[in-house]
């Protein structure tokens, strides 16, 4: 019987501390991805019963954009440069909404959020570990936030939403 290895690897090329981080958020993409698959475009654009909830297209997105958000406007204090804007035409909600998106395919998605971590990633190659844990003040926020706890953040809202997504798709395929 083969046992199945669960742990986190570190991710070679960074820091140690750094790496295991990078590696943990890549298991919570591999969820949120294996969520995803053979997914319809209704299931993908379902609303709840109510038509009232975030649909699963629309955390995709959601998922993507705050990770490049966070990235950015975080961690570098810059805006997206227009190659990674050019990767978000909805723009972001407000405050404590996420932007509806429908009729967009699975692929699209799929891809979206590959290149937002890919970004991710490459952002972060040369970060030192004391960067690292460095805090930075978004001149438009009231806080200050170190990438350590940025990336903390990611991987707690990507399970969160991983969850919604789990529950999405359960109850749309049982109306189906």
């Given at each position: 019987?083969?046992r199945k290895k ?145 990336v903390f953040h ?23």
């Amino acid at each position: 019987m083969i046992r199945k290895k669960l742990e986190i690897k570190a991710i070679p090329g960074y820091e140690p501390e750094i790496a295991r981080w990078l590696a943990a958020m890549a298991q919570i993409r591999e969820r949120t991805i294996s969520l995803t698959e053979d997914l319809d475009q209704q299931t993908l654009d379902w609303t709840g019963p109510e038509g009232d909830e975030n649909s699963i297209g629309s955390l995709l997105y959601h998922i993507a954009l705050v990770e490049v958000s966070w990235l950015y406007y975080d961690i570098h204090l810059q805006n997206f440069p227009p190659s990674v804007e050019e990767d978000f035409p909805f723009p972001m909600a407000e405050e404590g909404r996420i932007t509806p998106v429908s009729g967009v395919p699975i692929a699209e998605h799929l891809e979206r959020l590959s290149r937002s971590r890919s970004v991710f990633l490459q952002e972060l190659k040369n970060i030192s570990l004391e960067d690292w844990h460095t805090l930075r003040s978004p001149p438009e926020d009231d806080y200050s936030v170190s990438p350590n706890w940025a990336v903390f953040h990611l991987l707690e809202h990507e399970a969160g939403h991983a969850a919604q997504i789990s529950s999405l798709r359960k109850r749309a395929e049982k109306i189906k």
